[in-house]
């Protein structure tokens, strides 16, 4: 099949390697290699063939097709795993491994709206191997894994309350005479809404609620609960639950309600790892309250790879259409030329890919530290002095919450200007900007409405802070807190550019800080006083997680050159990259930069600004070698306008010729309808 003439063109001119980007980008030629042999094992079989677009599907049988596409997918995967490693450790990253692969490429080629059988194997086994003690993992975890009688969900988030955990209303009673709890959702507010898979698939959920024993209340707790009958799975006695009804994004994922009225469980089914009932009641807690929460951190730091990935399938297709599209003329004495070529489209779609390939380069640092985190909890719960010296949860906490905030935040907007630069074909279903849209604006708030994550951020921000002032010994996150140093403009733009940031984020706590203090000299208590300084606290988040990434962006580009995991072709452009992400974000910034650093001068920022477009004209002979670089198979993008071959007129008609309405040259509605009213007969 022929390629568009321009796209050819571009190919040939770049000086970036695609394959080399390709394999570096895939962690190496053999997991790039592997990945592809996937792929191919799916998206060459007829089973995974797409018979009619998504968006012309009936919200039911769209689910009833996602589930028989899920079956068939799972038992396929499964065989490949067999043969691949036939001895497989289920560990926090093997889940996440294997997560990374239904919410990446694969799953995303599949699946492009989700899967309710996602949360199964992300947060329920993981809450399975976080919160579950040997025995029960011994009981729950091979079964779930296999899905033997085992499709489970998450149920924390309720009618009434999201983000503000200590707000869920759902109970659990211990029966010590029976040994039971007896679970129930007292009020309507309290009903379990959104967990994905709940709706119509799950068949067992972890449920968090409110412990009470003899009456005392013990706090929020983990416990498994099964809503539907195994072999037929119908609701169980005292078990209302459904699916909550279309979204605007992740239509596949069957997001449910979930009512408990005295529904009884065992003892031995509230996971105990971190806290235990003893047959007599006892309540015994083990380690530190927070690690309950550690499957939301999990997700957090995630997320962060989920909305990349989002993000950089949007650009993709924008690029490779910026490419062919032609409009309008730069010198009058040529033809039209591609939309690339215009140095506005290339400010709208350049410094996605740079903010792209630098949260790649964050994400894969938080996910080490996570890991640094849950080493050091297993190890006996080291690092919890009540001081905070050598205590990485609060800082992983913090980050996790800011950097899922600001990411998915920054993402989302991104995707949308992506697809505005697509101009009117970009409003089209079959561009898919749609689904990518939705299930990125979706991670803005699951797990953590964006303000409140913020806010958890900025306690901890003011606390360190503090600790400055008192000369303790602060997280590495954090430890520019304590360099009060103005800023000294030299030749390292870059460098000028991070510190301008870090220097922002700094007077950005203080004001926060001292908005507290002074509302509390008013005598209003520290909640109050917190919620009349929320916009100053949100805002010392903000600049704190814009600090992070670009001082984190260029650490880890030092660290990949010192280490030599990149040729010289890919470190140059990588390096562009991440100081055209650097710069963009300072510019993007600039009124809270021009705020706080008052030795800025008009100068100074003209310099910058050259720099900048200077970055978008060397990275624009590039642009679709880098995307290319990124290795979406044309079904992971889903999209008439971004496919590898550029034929894009060509799909697009394809794609309306397809559509349902147009397989008879007159609807039936004419007949019965538009004929009786043009001969006045209604």
């Not at 085992?150 to 924390?156: I, N």
């Not at 099964?226 to 799975?233: A, P, V």
């Not at 055209?580 to 003209?606: E, H, K, P, Y």
Request: hydrophobic share 40%.
């Amino acid at each position: 099949m022929s390629v568009n003439a321009d796209l050819q063109k571009e190919r040939a001119a770049a000086t970036l390697d695609s394959e080399d980007f390709a394999r570096w980008w895939a962690g190496g030629a053999f997991q790039l290699e592997e990945r592809r042999a996937l792929e191919r094992r799916f998206y060459n079989d007829p089973d995974f063939a797409e018979a009619v677009h998504p968006s012309c599907l009936s919200y039911k049988e769209r689910y009833e097709q996602t589930v028989a596409r899920s079956t068939r997918f799972l038992a396929k995967l499964r065989q490949w795993q067999r043969e691949k490693q036939p001895q497989l450790q289920l560990d926090v990253s093997t889940l996440r491994d294997f997560r990374l692969l239904l919410s990446g490429s694969l799953g995303t080629g599949l699946f492009q709206q989700s899967f309710p059988l996602r949360v199964h194997f992300s947060m329920f086994m993981t809450t399975l191997l976080g919160q579950g003690t040997e025995e029960q993992q011994a009981q729950w975890l091979n079964r779930s894994w296999h899905m033997d009688g085992v499709l489970g969900t998450y149920a924390q988030t309720e009618l009434g309350h999201g983000t503000f955990v200590r707000g869920l209303e759902t109970r659990a009673d211990y029966d010590a005479e029976r040994q039971e709890f007896i679970l129930n959702t007292p009020t309507q507010s309290s009903y379990k809404w959104w967990p994905g898979g709940l709706g119509n698939t799950a068949n067992v959920a972890i449920v968090l609620a409110q412990l009470y024993v003899r009456g005392k209340h013990y706090g929020l707790q983990s416990f498994l609960v099964r809503i539907r009958d195994e072999s037929s799975h119908e609701p169980l006695p005292g078990v209302d639950v459904g699916d909550i009804g279309p979204r605007l994004g992740g239509n596949g994922v069957n997001n449910g309600f979930l009512g408990l009225h005295d529904v009884r469980i065992p003892r031995n089914q509230m996971l105990m790892k971190n806290a235990q009932v003893l047959a007599d009641g006892t309540f015994v807690q083990g380690r530190p309250p927070l690690l309950l929460y550690g499957t939301m951190v999990y997700v957090r730091v995630i997320t962060l790879k989920d909305v990349l990935f989002g993000l950089l399938q949007a650009a993709t297709i924008a690029t490779r259409y910026s490419v062919v599209r032609r409009q309008s003329r730069i010198d009058e004495d040529r033809p039209e030329v591609s939309v690339l070529d215009h140095t506005t489209q290339q400010a709208k779609i350049l410094p996605q890919i740079a903010r792209g390939v630098c949260y790649r380069l964050v994400s894969d640092w938080l996910w080490r530290f996570y890991e640094q985190v849950l080493q050091q909890l297993e190890g006996g719960g080291k690092g919890f002095d009540t001081g905070g010296r050598g205590n990485s949860l609060p800082e992983l906490h913090a980050l996790s919450c800011c950097l899922k905030a600001v990411a998915t935040d920054e993402a989302t907007e991104g995707v949308e200007l992506l697809r505005k630069s697509c101009g009117g074909h970009g409003f089209l279903s079959s561009a898919n900007f749609d689904s990518i849209h939705g299930l990125t604006a979706a991670a803005y708030t699951y797990e953590g409405e964006y303000t409140v994550l913020l806010l958890q951020t900025a306690r901890f921000l003011v606390r360190q802070y503090v600790d400055s002032l008192k000369r303790k010994v602060l997280p590495a996150s954090v430890s520019y807190l304590r360099d009060t140093a103005r800023l000294a403009w030299g030749k390292d733009l870059t460098a000028n550019c991070v510190r301008a940031l870090e220097i922002s984020a700094l007077e950005q706590v203080r004001q926060a800080w001292q908005s507290q203090n002074g509302h509390k000299s008013k005598k209003v208590s520290a909640e109050m006083a917190s919620n009349l300084a929320g916009r100053q606290l949100t805002a010392a988040a903000i600049a704190h997680a814009h600090a992070f990434f670009t001082r984190n962006a260029l650490d880890e580009l030092a660290s990949l050159r010192r280490r030599g995991d990149l040729s010289q072709n890919v470190s140059h452009v990588v390096g562009q990259l991440v100081e055209l992400f650097v710069i963009d974000t300072f510019l993007r910034q600039a009124g809270c930069v021009l705020r706080w650093n008052s030795g800025l001068n008009g100068t100074q920022l003209r310099f910058v600004e050259r720099r900048y477009e200077e970055l978008l004209a060397q990275l624009r002979p590039n642009a679709v070698a880098l995307v290319d670089g990124f290795d979406f198979h044309d079904r992971v993008l889903g999209s008439t306008l971004g496919c590898h071959d550029g034929r894009v007129y060509e799909r697009l008609m394809e794609e309306a010729r397809r559509n349902p309405v147009n397989q008879e040259p007159v609807n039936a509605s004419f007949h019965s309808h538009l004929l009786p009213m043009m001969r006045g007969k209604l």
